[in-house]
């Protein structure tokens, strides 16, 4: 007998085949509204539980878009030799990571627990960030979770602790 959150997590392999038209609907939708919006509740369960999540007071939960392409830096204008000319650094951050970051400007008071992935189309990639509220006393109580209370967790995702960020810092295998 499998669990239900396999089954959320076996259609959530192939969204767009195993969701078909609804799929492409709901990322019609995001693609219209706001670039940072809190939700009521995840909608990939399954993942947004694997990471840290539970449905109490002191969890939140975003939902981001971020634009795709585009992150190398313009070219200067003139005033340059031609060897100075070329811009070959390119941002060294992935785009969940980036994501999180929007998320902790937007919700300064949170702290980001994590986040994964929910979509992509032609334009945006969409991810939904878990944010902790370190100032609620049920946060506080909670064993599992009271961790992220302390100093050294302070704008933690700025400072790249979260997961992506330590797979963009190339700490994690």
Do not use: H
Not at 31 to 50: E, G, H
């Amino acid at each position: 007998m499998k669990s239900s959150y396999s089954y959320i997590r076996k259609t959530w392999k192939n969204p767009k085949k195993n969701m078909g038209k609804a799929y492409r609907e709901k990322l019609i939708d995001w693609r219209k509204s706001n670039v940072v919006v809190r939700l009521d509740k995840p909608t990939r369960l399954d993942r947004a539980r694997a990471l840290g999540y539970k449905a109490k007071v002191g969890f939140v939960i975003a939902r981001i878009r971020i634009r795709r392409g585009g992150r190398k830096r313009p070219k200067p204008k003139g005033g340059r030799r031609s060897k100075r000319q070329t811009i070959r650094k390119t941002l060294k951050m992935n785009y969940r990571w980036v994501a999180e970051q929007r998320c902790q400007k937007k919700f300064p008071n949170l702290e980001v627990l994590n986040s994964y992935w929910i979509g992509k189309d032609g334009i945006n990639y969409f991810y939904e960030v878990i944010l902790v509220d370190p100032s609620r006393p049920e946060i506080k109580k909670d064993k599992n979770i009271k961790w992220i209370i302390s100093k050294k967790q302070r704008k933690r995702v700025l400072r790249g602790l979260t997961s992506a960020g330590k797979k963009s810092r190339g700490l994690r295998k």
